[in-house]
């Protein structure tokens, strides 16, 4: 997979690449610390907080979605994981949030859509949504459709939850879950 979406081109790696994916693994679940302090870490290796976003920043999102098509799929086992399960059926579920993001410079009116509050204008700050469909027994992803950036007006839950349908298992019965939103008709 590295090979398909090419290496950094800048300077050389201090640290192998598979160590790299860890201190992202770790970062994403740490509640505190830069990404920088969960490579030194993971890794041992004096690195920079800025050379460590750096090489964040050389992974573009399709090196996400094709890590995504590798490692989200159903894991639950009818006989090990019971509750995983309705009669026959693989129980799965879909549901969306969306999270404010700081103010930064890239973060500006200009740079991105911004969601309209109650009152009609525009939010204070920048909103990130995403909707995830997983399986509901073992809490297992099966795919995760994040609001695209730049494409000059948000995307609200159910439009980011529809790309998830293609993901729901074809081989075999599969009862779907959704909040109240889900049971409205399309416009």
């Not at 030194?40 to 964040?56: E, N």
């Not at 973060?107 to 949504?129: D, I, V, Y």
């Not at 995403?130 to 399986?135: I, S």
């Not at 992803?141 to 939850?161: D, I, K, N």
Request: charged share 20%.
């Amino acid at each position: 997979m590295r090979e398909k979406f090419g290496r950094s081109t800048k300077g050389d790696e201090k640290v192998p690449f598979a160590t790299f994916v860890w201190s992202l693994v770790l970062h994403a679940l740490c509640a505190d610390g830069s990404l920088g302090k969960h490579l030194r870490t993971v890794s041992g290796t004096m690195i920079t907080d800025a050379a460590a976003q750096a090489r964040r920043a050389g992974l573009s999102w399709a090196w996400f979605l094709a890590l995504f098509d590798q490692v989200l799929r159903p894991l639950a086992q009818r006989k090990t994981h019971p509750e995983s399960f309705y009669h026959t059926m693989r129980v799965i579920a879909v549901d969306g949030s969306s999270w404010s993001l700081r103010n930064t410079p890239n973060n500006t009116q200009e740079a991105a859509p911004r969601h309209r509050n109650q009152k009609g204008g525009s939010a204070a700050f920048l909103k990130m949504s995403c909707a995830v469909l997983l399986e509901v027994g073992t809490h297992q992803p099966l795919a995760v459709a994040c609001e695209q950036g730049g494409l000059g007006r948000a995307e609200g839950e159910l439009t980011l939850a529809r790309r998830l349908l293609g993901a729901i298992p074809r081989d075999e019965d599969t009862l779907l879950l959704g909040d109240r939103l889900y049971g409205c008709g399309r416009n």
